[in-house]
């Protein structure tokens, strides 16, 4: 089964626009960590942000912003006011307590912002 | 800082040859891990290595991959004989795990593309 799910294959806006990228994860640990990366096309995956399965603030960085749903097991990453430099593709990460540094990714989300 | 650098960056073999990849990690980062990425996917881990040992090696394809990290600073990646099967990027990635900061986030290099023909 699929520990990370990313259900959104390709997204395309209009810069400018809000766009959230779904990301729904699956683990019977208590104690986890999820991660968002983003690959632009040069290849080289960037880290974004870290969170542990204790902390579920939202967290905004700049445009960029997180909500952690343990309810529902998501955590989800919008985009306010989408730029043509935000096209890329974006992974969500698990990565479980006790097997800690075994990442699962999903298989990301292509965005794609258009001028 | 210097980030995680790979060579080369891209290559091109036939099948039943042998190929290379290297990686050297970031300064200091004990953890090495090779990822394969497939077209459309996420990365898929190959090996991670704590220092020069290898603690995580169950998905690599042992009858044809190798891999080694001696001094636990620069690893190779080798496959031989390559297949069709094998063109993907091979990403390596790079973090430093201590007691206080497991799950740390990793850093990747920019890969390296095989496309076997």
């Known amino acids: 089964a699929q520990k990370v799910t990313q259900a959104q294959t390709e997204i395309s806006v209009v810069e400018k626009e809000d766009v959230t990228l779904d990301c729904v994860y699956e683990t019977r640990d208590t104690t986890y960590y999820l991660f968002w990366y983003k690959q632009p096309p040069s290849g080289e995956l960037v880290f974004l942000i870290r969170r542990n399965s204790f902390d579920e603030q939202n967290e905004i960085s700049g445009r960029y912003s997180w909500n952690f749903q343990k309810s529902t097991s998501s955590f989800n990453f919008t985009i306010t006011a989408s730029q043509v430099v935000d096209s890329a593709v974006y992974f969500c990460?698990?990565?479980?307590?006790?097997?800690?540094?075994?990442?699962?990714f999903g298989s990301g989300t292509k965005l794609n912002v258009k001028p | 800082e210097a980030g995680v650098v790979q060579s080369p960056r891209y290559k091109i073999i036939e099948k039943k040859q042998p190929v290379a990849f290297w990686c050297n990690p970031i300064s200091g980062h004990n953890t090495l891990y090779w990822y394969r990425q497939n077209l459309g996917q996420g990365p898929e881990l190959l090996i991670r290595y704590e220092n020069e040992e290898a603690v995580d090696d169950s998905q690599l394809p042992k009858d044809r991959f190798s891999a080694e990290r001696l001094k636990g600073v620069d690893s190779t990646l080798k496959i031989q004989p390559a297949e069709l099967g094998d063109s993907a990027v091979y990403l390596c990635?790079?973090?430093?795990?201590?007691?206080?900061?497991?799950?740390?986030?990793?850093?990747f290099g920019n890969g390296t593309r095989l496309t076997v023909t």
């Open positions: 990460a698990l990565s479980e307590m006790d097997n800690f540094n075994k990442f699962y």
């Open positions: 990635a790079s973090s430093l795990e201590d007691p206080e900061s497991y799950n740390s986030p990793l850093h």
